[in-house]
């Protein structure tokens, strides 16, 4: 495991009862207080103590208490409310920044873009703006970088999942009214605690190649008319589970089947033999990758087209857990951005900010979706990336006002971007007014 320095670490939350006195503060003038809590009572003024709670704007009185949990999937039932996530992401980034300092996502909505997107380039000064969405009544930033990273940034990754959400729908839904079928098929290896994720994850990936390229695996896709797939690589860490058995690697794939065959073949007894026959192939393609043989139980589980519906219908909701990486993990298990509220609620966690930065550095440059080659120009699905994706705008957002660099080293100052954007969201750009009127002078130029 990665050790991590102490400094790398202190100060990950730190500057918290100071944000939410100010948001406060703001607020209060708007005569909105209970949108923006100050510190719970007897946390003292200055506390650098873990006050996950208040920083984020919520109370164990509020409605946005600990949301329920599938026991099943680990998907999140109950929503956040929208005006406190994305707070919450902001400071959850803040984190990214102390662990991963020479990353993009360090410069990500902090530092001025160097090259504005092509919806913004008619704007010549150099202020940074703020816009919202008339649809959805959202709030973001312009004129600053992005990273774009779906894996290690909280800010970026639920745009992005939202705009990948509606390409798969899209697909869906065609593919659907051609006469086609959905399924969705769940490939899990074994694992250990001790196992490296690098390594975990190259033998996974071996063990995928085997199975896919199997002629008996090619034979059962040909019997459920199988012509493309989409495929997300997620995973968790069992540190808090009763029996850790560390990383969790696993593939969800969405397959696209039904062509040229009844659909009334895609009854229970069906289903039930073919996953049968494709756990034999998976099982014995992950002992030649060197994994060991999973059980029939956990390996390989293969799910009906109302599974993989539900599956698709939560990826990228706009509360803090939008999906895969960013959800939250079933009981004991922690996705990577659990790891990030941890350290969030204590800071000296050195297990969890360690198995992060190994998260990171194993997954960066890692596709999280695959798509099998054809199916995007088939149902006429553009090409983007994720940067792209991160960088988009929405087409009904007008802007709202404009942020001075020295209201922006205000806002840096005192941590304060969600702050904004929940006040642009919520309210109106008078409510922002106020809040920069409040930190205003905030940000010290260091002695020369």
């Not at 040909?222 to 690697?249: C, D, F, Y």
């Not at 960066?364 to 995007?376: A, E, M, N, T």
Request: proline share 4%.
């Amino acid at each position: 495991m990665t050790s991590v320095p102490q400094s790398r670490l202190s100060g990950a939350a730190s500057g918290t009862n100071s944000n939410a006195q100010t948001t406060a503060r703001a607020a209060s003038r708007r005569g909105t207080e209970s949108e923006a809590r100050a510190p719970a009572a007897g946390s003292p003024s200055g506390s650098q103590g873990p006050v996950f709670g208040s920083f984020l704007g919520i109370d164990a009185k509020s409605k946005n208490t600990a949301p329920k949990i599938d026991p099943e999937t680990g998907e999140i039932l109950g929503i956040f409310d929208p005006s406190t996530a994305v707070i919450q992401r902001f400071i959850l980034q803040s984190v990214v920044r102390k662990l991963l300092p020479k990353s993009r996502t360090n410069n990500c909505l902090r530092v001025r873009a160097k090259h504005k997107p092509v919806w913004a380039r008619d704007f010549i000064d150099q202020t940074i703006k703020v816009w919202k969405s008339k649809e959805h009544k959202k709030a973001f930033f312009s004129g600053l970088q992005t990273c774009g990273s779906v894996w290690q940034c909280p800010v970026c990754a639920p745009k992005i999942a939202e705009r990948r959400r509606a390409e798969i729908i899209a697909v869906m839904a065609a593919h659907k009214a051609a006469g086609g079928c959905v399924n969705m098929l769940t490939l899990t290896c074994p694992h250990q605690r001790l196992d490296n994720l690098k390594l975990l994850l190259a033998k996974q990936a071996k063990a995928l190649n085997s199975f896919w390229n199997d002629r008996q695996t090619k034979a059962i896709f040909v019997e459920m008319g199988v012509t493309g797939q989409i495929r997300a690589l997620e995973v968790t860490h069992g540190r808090k589970s009763a029996h850790n058995n560390g990383w969790h690697p696993h593939y969800h794939v969405l397959l696209f089947a039904g062509v040229g065959v009844d659909l009334a073949r895609f009854d229970a007894v069906n289903m039930k033999d073919w996953q049968v026959r494709l756990y034999l192939r998976w099982a014995n393609a992950c002992k030649l990758a060197g994994l060991g043989e999973p059980s029939y139980a956990h390996g390989l589980k293969l799910d009906d087209g109302s599974k993989a519906a539900q599956y698709v219908s939560k990826w990228g909701l706009e509360d803090e857990m939008t999906k895969g990486h960013t959800k939250k993990g079933k009981a004991g298990g922690e996705t990577p951005f659990d790891l990030l509220r941890a350290l969030v609620v204590d800071s000296t966690d050195k297990q969890a900010a360690a198995l992060f930065i190994e998260f990171a550095e194993t997954f960066k440059g890692k596709r999280q979706l695959y798509w099998s080659p054809g199916l995007k120009k088939r149902y006429a699905i553009d090409e983007k990336t994720d940067e792209q994706l991160a960088d988009e705008k929405d087409d009904t957002a007008v802007v709202l006002g404009a942020i001075t660099i020295d209201q922006w080293r205000d806002i840096l100052a005192d941590d304060g971007r969600g702050v904004v954007l929940n006040l642009a969201s919520s309210q109106d750009w008078r409510a922002v007014s106020d809040y920069l009127e409040s930190i205003k002078g905030r940000f010290k130029p260091k002695p020369a």
